[in-house]
């Protein structure tokens, strides 16, 4: 059998053509993500010293979403899991409960993954903080 330089050419656009295809499906599930993250709701909730790892676990379960806490990062910017959550969070969606819950302090949230968000202190505020 003789590989001939057409066939090289036909598996470089199969291979490009799988790659594209799975490009785009992992993009399409990152917006799902972000989509259900600006528009996930759930019943009215009120945290009361609750500490920070618990609540972001209860809000994970609740919207069906993974919350992954950088914690290294956050203790950079003043946040530790042991820090106590008040809260009376009236709308149910997650951009918003995040929104308040941070409101203090400078944090990123962003999405990482299929149902999945990740929580870190900014990086420029880290480098402020720790000059």
């Not at 944090?107 to 880290?126: F, H, M």
């Given at each position: 059998?003789?590989?001939?330089?057409?066939?090289?050419?036909?598996?470089?656009?199969?291979?490009?053509?799988?790659?594209?295809?799975?490009?785009?499906?992992?993009?399409s599930?990152?917006?799902?993500?972000?989509?259900?993250?600006?528009?996930?709701?759930?019943p009215?909730?009120?945290?009361?010293?609750?500490?920070?790892?618990?609540?972001?676990?209860f809000?994970?379960?609740?919207?069906g979403?993974?919350?992954?806490?950088?914690?290294?990062?956050?203790?950079?910017?003043?946040?530790?899991?042991d820090?106590?959550?008040?809260?009376?969070?009236a709308?149910?969606?997650?951009t918003?409960?995040?929104?308040r819950?941070?409101?203090?302090?400078?944090?990123?949230?962003?999405?990482?993954?299929?149902?999945?968000?990740?929580?870190?202190?900014?990086?420029?505020?880290?480098?402020?903080?720790?000059?």
């Amino acid at each position: 059998m003789k590989i001939t330089l057409r066939d090289l050419l036909w598996l470089c656009v199969v291979a490009a053509l799988v790659f594209a295809l799975w490009r785009e499906k992992r993009h399409s599930q990152m917006l799902a993500t972000e989509v259900r993250y600006h528009t996930s709701a759930i019943p009215p909730v009120a945290f009361v010293e609750t500490p920070l790892g618990d609540a972001m676990h209860f809000l994970s379960v609740k919207h069906g979403m993974t919350i992954d806490m950088d914690w290294p990062s956050l203790a950079k910017v003043g946040i530790k899991p042991d820090y106590k959550v008040t809260q009376n969070l009236a709308d149910g969606s997650l951009t918003w409960a995040m929104e308040r819950i941070f409101h203090n302090y400078e944090v990123e949230v962003k999405t990482v993954g299929p149902n999945s968000i990740r929580v870190s202190g900014r990086p420029e505020v880290a480098a402020k903080v720790q000059k």
